[in-house]
T-cell receptor
Framework: DVKVTQSSRYLVKRTGEKVFLECVQD?????MFWYRQDPGLGLRLIYF???????EKGDIPEGYSVSREKKERFSLILESASTNQTSMYLC?????????????FGPGTRLLVL | AQTVTQSQPEMSVQEAETVTLSCTYD???????LFWYKQPPSRQMILVIR??????QNATENRFSVNFQKAAKSFSLKISDSQLGDAAMYFC???????????FGKGTKLSVKP
């Protein structure tokens, strides 16, 4: 079974703080994704990575950056947290980019920015 | 750009009965995949069922089946013999883009009444 873990289930931060959300997968998947989930909006793609040190912007990258130094680990960074970044953040992985393989999701991190 | 629409924000079903969740999508591609994901309250998002667009046969997984109408760009999910554990948010998702990410609908919250 694919296992995708996220560093925190719940996080409370203050405006202006730098926030790190980490995702780790144990299945040697090439592709990793960060989504943001908001009520009534579904899931929206922030960034994704198809290889170590490679990253691509998704639909809503503003205010975020990412890091992938190792294949199994994909970090989402909020450089200066703002209240409008209060949300649920979901990490996902997929085996190959060219095939429409199933994406596997982590448990999510619910972030509150005060 | 591809879009996915779930027109039912909330649905309710009596235990042991059948319910159908609607999903429509828009794409100019001919080859793509469609998914239904389930997200129980405070729990991990998991795959329910997937459909490959080039396959005419509707996918089935135990009590879950889809009605895939490619020409109409419709992909509904039928849950038979509903159980209390089926209560969750259900997301319809499309995968066919070059980025390899999923495009999600806004979700349908399903309640199951005992």
């Amino acid at each position: 079974d694919v296992k995708v873990t996220q560093s925190s289930r719940y996080l409370v931060k203050r405006t202006g703080e730098k926030v790190f959300l980490e995702c780790v997968q144990d299945m040697d998947h090439e592709n990793m994704f960060w989504y943001r989930q908001d009520p009534g909006l579904g899931l929206r793609l922030i960034y994704f990575s198809y290889d170590v040190k490679m990253k691509e912007k998704g639909d809503i990258p503003e205010g975020y950056s990412v890091s992938r130094e190792k294949k199994e680990r994909f970090s989402l960074i909020l450089e200066s947290a703002s209240t409008n970044q209060t949300s649920m953040y979901l990490c996902a992985t997929k085996r190959l980019l060219v095939d429409q393989e199933t994406q596997y999701f982590g448990p999510g991190t619910r972030l509150l920015v005060l | 750009a591809q879009t996915v629409t779930q027109s039912q924000p909330e649905m309710s079903v009596q235990e042991a009965e059948t319910v159908t969740l609607s999903c429509t999508y828009d794409t100019s591609e001919s080859d793509y995949y469609l998914f239904w994901y389930k997200q129980p309250p405070s729990r991990q998002m998991i795959l329910v069922i997937r459909q490959e667009a080039y396959k005419q046969q509707n996918a089935t997984e135990n009590r879950f089946s889809v009605n895939f109408q490619k020409a109409a760009k419709s992909f509904s999910l039928k849950i038979s013999d509903s159980q209390l554990g089926d209560a969750a948010m259900y997301f319809c998702a499309y995968d066919g883009g070059s980025q390899g990410n999923l495009i999600f609908g806004k979700g349908t919250k399903l309640s199951v009444k005992p």
